[in-house]
């Protein structure tokens, strides 16, 4: 038996399965909007109001497809995610006062993001229009299924009132940031304005009243009306299905695969693409699901932040990653860091490895963008970029405007060199978790030894004996050109190491492979046998005496800041003391050392750790969303590690 609109706007009844939010805000929309995001990897549509908007919404409501990009800002142009015209507008009318749907106009609004079901859904009641009582709800989705989908139901349930009432589905913005190169009632194609890249969508609607379609009037490309008398336990469904597809090169038509991809989800319907598009989310929690016992709130929480990651990525498409707010929202211009391989990839390489290994393609081809930009900093190897986009090429802004209205200068695509030992550590791990012996042969390993030859050729040996990696910036990004930091220096080390170590192996397993790759990209005996004395010689911070790894050189001399009497502060630590002091005491702003002990335990022994966790953790602001996690975990494996020591 076919299930109804009504049905299928139901969501789940457990509370630690949803997100409610009862009202609404204008002021603080831009952040709700984000945490109630659709996506699905390829799609990502945030959890904006759709039916009778403000005419200044302070948030725009924005649809995002990954990889989307293009080139932004004569001043400083920078690759940049292009917001794609939002396919959710709807605008609902009564005659018999004349008046529109807004805000004022609505007694009672309730959103829920379901994350069983991978859906938005919102409810509203229209009540304060003498003699007229509608409830209206809204399910929206991009499809995990068939992620090139995105469905809009509603239904309408009259329970008073005999007027005329008129519904207008349009698009919104279909000119901001694009060229349109077609534009047809129920197709467009556009193109970026300089990266080659073109977006095509495809779209249909339905109005049906009592289960009867009725017939629209086309007001121009993309905007439809339907009108019908209302009456007292009348039933309205409106849906509409959408087709979104992206091509990279100029030759692709992706007019034709949006069309194909619309009619294959029109002729299962709405029940056909909700009913795949449930089943894919039930598999993944299948594979993910986390049970927790004695606190509802922790797990709802859980959910939530998987919900989001199940979301954001896409094994599909190699050619894309997942940006720092994925595809929630503009923050970071859509760009991928370090947080990717670090904080998202072991969950992806333990529960959904088709996703981790398609993040690290990603890598594999970006790694020409990071080899140009070795060289043009005068090194060799692979020195991936602190912000990707597309190419691999650096798109972190050079220049930005402080909470002071001043200009600052931004040094991270410069100094924050940890990136390239972050995505070897993703890569190895990878493989140590999977097995996957075809990535490793054909692609990892020419990751592993490019940011090998990378290091080998950044630490410079000075007299002491040691090789030094100076002018950097490490994950505390409050400090700037520092010398040997001991996150960058110990990962280099390892990344050194495991370069050696796949280079053996590829040696002994898989010869053939190992004398192509060898010779494409000029490695030989001598070369290899320099990285050994890098790694062995590497300056890593460690005093032996009491077991601390020193942050930076000179970290130990800085000014002690109590941060603990800034416990009730709402900005963070750097805007309270100003950059230039933050930069001369030992204020963190996110977990430096504390991240290499969670990364690399085996550095570490029982009494070093506690040691290290001790003295860093009070001197931590938290000054990025990164860090609270990273502590937790080194606070778990310090404790766990004293209690086996003393058990």
């Known amino acids: 038996m076919q299930r109804t609109a009504q049905q299928a706007l139901e969501p789940t009844a457990d509370p630690a399965w949803v997100l409610g939010q009862h009202g609404s805000d204008p002021l603080r929309d831009s952040s709700r909007e984000s945490r109630f995001a659709v996506s699905n990897g390829f799609l990502g549509v945030r959890g904006g109001r759709t039916i009778n908007r403000l005419p200044h919404t302070p948030v725009a409501p924005r649809t995002y497809v990954a990889g989307l990009f293009d080139v932004f800002g004569p001043d400083q142009p920078i690759s940049a995610l292009v917001r794609a015209p939002d396919w959710l507008k709807l605008d609902i009318s009564f005659s018999a006062r004349d008046s529109t749907i807004t805000v004022d106009d609505v007694s009672f609004h309730h959103r829920t993001l379901d994350f069983r079901r991978g859906a938005l859904l919102t409810e509203s009641r229209i009540t304060r229009l003498p003699g007229l009582a509608v409830r209206l709800r809204v399910l929206r989705l991009v499809s995990l299924h068939c992620r ?24 919104e913005g279909v000119e901001f940031g694009l060229v349109a190169e077609q534009l047809e009632q129920g197709l467009g194609v556009w193109r970026t304005n300089s990266s080659g890249k073109r977006l095509a969508m495809a779209v249909a609607a339905t109005l049906w009243v009592d289960g009867r379609a009725v017939a629209p009037k086309a007001l121009g490309p993309f905007k439809w009306a339907w009108t019908w008398a209302t009456s007292p336990g009348q039933a309205v469904c409106f849906e509409r299905m959408v087709a979104i597809t992206r091509a990279d090169a100029p030759a692709e038509n992706p007019g034709h695969a949006a069309q194909g991809q619309l ?23 299948q594979a993910c699901d986390v049970l927790i016992e004695g606190d509802p709130a ?3 929480a859980l959910r939530f932040a998987l919900y989001h990651l199940n979301g954001a990525a896409n094994p599909g498409d190699e050619r894309v990653s997942i940006a720092a707010r994925a595809l929630t929202g503009p923050d970071y211009h859509g760009h991928v860091f370090w947080d990717t391989e670090i904080f998202l990839l072991p969950l ?10 398609a993040l690290l393609i990603y890598r594999f081809r970006t790694l020409d963008g990071a080899r140009s930009k070795a060289k043009r900093m005068g090194w060799r190897g692979a020195m991936y970029a602190w912000e990707s986009a597309s190419t691999g090429a650096e798109t972190c802004p050079e220049h930005a405007i402080g909470p002071d209205r001043r200009i600052v200068d931004i040094l991270c695509g410069t100094q924050e060199l940890h990136i390239s030992a972050d995505v070897a550590y993703a890569v190895w791990h990878y493989w140590q978790a999977t097995g996957d ?8 390993a020419e990751i592993l030894l490019e940011t090998a030859r990378f290091w080998s050729s950044r630490a410079q040996p000075e007299a002491d004996g040691r090789h030094h990696i100076r002018g950097v910036i490490g994950p505390d990004e409050y400090h700037e050109t520092i ?30 492979r190992w004398a192509t790759l060898s010779r494409e990209i000029g490695l030989d005996e001598a070369e290899m046998g320099r990285w050994a004395s890098v790694a062995s010689t590497m300056a890593d911070g460690l005093d032996p005496q009491t077991g601390l790894f020193e942050q930076f050189a000179g970290f130990f001399k800085l000014e002690t800041i109590d941060l603990a009497s800034y416990a009730g502060r709402s900005v963070p630590m750097d805007v309270v003391l100003g950059r230039e002091r933050t930069q001369t005491a030992q204020v963190i702003k996110q977990a430096d050392v ?12 029982e009494a070093t750790a506690a040691k290290n966790f001790g003295y860093y953790e009070p001197r931590c602001s938290h000054g990025s969303s990164l860090s609270a996690a990273l502590h937790g975990v080194a606070a778990v494996a310090t404790a766990a590690k004293l209690s086996h020591s003393t058990g």
């Open 148 to 171: 090139a989908l995105g469905l809009q139901l509603v239904q309408l349930d009259v329970n008073a009132g005999a007027v005329e009432a008129t519904l207008v589905a349009s698009f």
């Open 348 to 357: 992806y390489t333990l529960t959904w490895p088709e996703a981790a290994r």
């Open 483 to 512: 010398d040997d930091n001991a996150f960058t220096n110990v990962m280099a080390r390892w990344n050194i190491r495991r370069g050696l170590a796949v280079a053996a192996l590829l040696r002994q397993r898989w010869p053939e």
């Open 298 to 300: 922790a797990q709802q």
């Open 437 to 444: 012996e075809a990535f490793l042969r054909e692609a990892g």
């Open 594 to 605: 504390v991240a290499l002990m969670v990364l690399l335990p085996e550095e570490f022994g």
């Open 263 to 285: 009619g294959s989800a029109t002729a299962v319907g709405w029940r056909g693409v909700l009913d795949e598009h449930e089943a894919s989310w039930a598999a993944r929690w």
